[in-house]
């Protein structure tokens, strides 16, 4: 949301009594600790002024127009968690993520007849995260790994082989606009959870997966194993032989993170081969030249001011998996420490917008740049809590501390969750999915010019 200031009396004797005010820029001093989790703590707070799911009546854990969003709060605040040790919104975190957790596999009933598998697959990312960094299991609800599970089990029940030889789908019913696609987050990004299960859980039929989900993207038009070039999606009706080229982030951060922790898991080198092409190429084109090659950028859409929540988001989810990355694949850590402390930097002084402390998009302009929304404090809270990473445990597995209980049939019986076999679709749902869809093909396929108009 750019914020547009009404040139009214009221306005201006707001203006006036903001600049009689002091700075409220937020400043860190990369090497003081205490500097970073205090602009942390700012923006954490300031993400969570947009959450109503812990007022009376409100419903934990929801984003009626924008559901998947819940997670990249949640996930921001698991990590900030994890690197500050401020356990503040750990209530909230667990209840929303209990809250929204369908049958398991989060596929809850009021929004699952809408969801792609790209917003599904994020809750169970986050779900996963809890688990591996020691976040506790609710007494009485879903365990965090079995969540993971639940959504990774109703994810290989939609597996395609009948249509370009494999994949899944972006969307998972057929009156979706996306229901025709295949596409790299929602691939990506079951490959990314079918890899930390792997790992976490030391589970073969995980492995197998995560190399068979790889193995198709390669041999299609989303992952070039030679370029590292990740594309966002290609069609169906022509066999998925074309490409939609559009060069986002997370695209390239679902693929290298899996990447990563497969190479952890199984120490074999075509796996460090893939984690350095695609590292190499993601810091490249995400950390511009032109802005000092520290300092993350969402190229894509950032230059014209034409990002919208989705987007704006990614920087978030990537510098997040940067930090694990390091910690996972202690080579990568020297390449990807500046980039993250030079974006926390960026970041942080890019939160001075509106007397407090409301973030930006572009953290390269180093200055607040007039946007004002949830999506850029959770980015600022990943990306500052992510830059303490030398304080950060690497990611733990069932043998090395973590205790979150395994449910292997997790989910999966929800009928909703089968590919292309909707529940009955009853009339809200119908207006639900229709308004969704619309602000979808908007979002997530990129369409520039519907989004100039949105802003
Ligand atoms: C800052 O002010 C804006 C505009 O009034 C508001 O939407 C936002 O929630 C506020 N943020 C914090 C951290 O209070
Ligand atoms: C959330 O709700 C609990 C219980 O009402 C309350 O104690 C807590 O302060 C609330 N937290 C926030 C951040 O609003
Ligand atoms: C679904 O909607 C109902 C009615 O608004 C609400 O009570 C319930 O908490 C919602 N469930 C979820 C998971 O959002
Ligand atoms: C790259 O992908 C192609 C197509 O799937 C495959 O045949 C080849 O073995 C892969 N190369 C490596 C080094 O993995
Ligand atoms: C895997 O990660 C652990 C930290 O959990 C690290 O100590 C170990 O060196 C990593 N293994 C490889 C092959 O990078
Ligand atoms: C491994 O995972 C598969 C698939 O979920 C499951 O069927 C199997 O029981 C699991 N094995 C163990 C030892 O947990």
Redesign the pocket.
Same mark, same amino acid.
């Given at each position: 949301m750019r914020f547009t200031p009404v040139p009214s009396l009221g306005r201006l004797l707001v203006i006036a009594a903001v600049i009689a005010r002091v700075a409220t820029a937020l400043t860190i001093d990369i090497n003081d600790e205490q500097s970073i989790k205090d602009a942390a703590s700012k923006t954490a707070y300031g993400s969570?002024t947009w @959450?109503s799911g812990?007022? %009376?009546g409100g419903i934990p854990g929801a984003f009626p127009e924008k559901w998947w969003e819940g997670s990249a709060l949640f996930m921001s605040l698991l990590l900030y968690w994890h690197y500050t040790g401020d356990d %503040? @919104?750990n209530?909230?975190v667990s209840q929303g993520m209990q809250w929204q957790a369908g049958n398991g596999d989060y596929m809850p009933a009021n929004y699952s007849s809408y969801l792609g598998n790209d917003d599904q697959v994020f809750w169970g990312l986050a779900a996963m995260t809890a688990a591996e960094i020691q976040f506790p299991d609710v007494d009485g609800g879903f365990s965090w790994l079995s969540l993971a599970q639940g959504v990774f089990n109703t994810q290989i029940a939609r597996w395609d082989p009948t249509n370009c030889g494999g994949g899944l789908r972006w969307q998972i019913f057929p009156y979706q606009a996306g229901y025709a696609m295949k596409n790299s987050i929602s691939n990506g990004g079951l490959f990314q959870l079918a890899a930390r299960l792997a790992r976490y859980t030391n589970n073969d039929t995980y492995a197998d997966w995560a190399e068979k989900v790889w193995d198709w993207s390669a041999s299609s038009p989303l992952l070039n194993n030679k370029t590292w070039n990740v594309a966002d999606s290609t069609d169906i009706a022509n066999g998925c032989k074309t490409q939609g080229n559009n060069q986002w982030s997370y695209n390239y951060g679902a693929y290298l993170t899996g990447a990563a922790y497969m190479y952890n898991h199984t120490e074999k080198s075509n796996w460090k081969d893939a984690v350095d092409g695609l590292l190499g190429v993601t810091l490249d084109k995400f950390f511009p030249k032109k802005y000092g090659s520290n300092i993350m950028s969402e190229t894509l859409c950032e230059p014209a001011e034409a990002c919208n929540d989705n987007e704006i988001l990614f920087k978030g989810l990537v510098t997040g998996w940067l930090a694990f990355i390091a910690l996972l694949i202690p080579s990568t850590y020297d390449q990807i420490l500046p980039k993250l402390q030079g974006s926390a930097q960026a970041a942080a002084q890019s939160c001075s917008g509106l007397t407090n402390n409301t973030c930006g998009v572009r953290w390269y302009e180093s200055k607040w740049d007039g946007w004002v929304g949830m999506e850029e404090q959770i980015i600022a809270t990943d990306v500052l809590s992510s830059s303490l990473l030398s304080k950060g445990v690497a990611p733990v597995t069932s043998t090395t501390g973590g205790t979150s209980k395994s449910d292997p049939n997790a989910g999966g019986s929800d009928a909703s969750s089968k590919q292309g076999q909707p529940k009955p679709i009853t009339t809200g749902d119908k207006a639900g999915a229709g308004i969704l869809t619309v602000v979808f093909i908007g979002l997530w396929g990129g369409m520039i010019a519907w989004l100039f108009i949105g802003n």
């Open positions: 969570m @959450y812990n007022d %009376t %503040t @919104y209530p909230q």
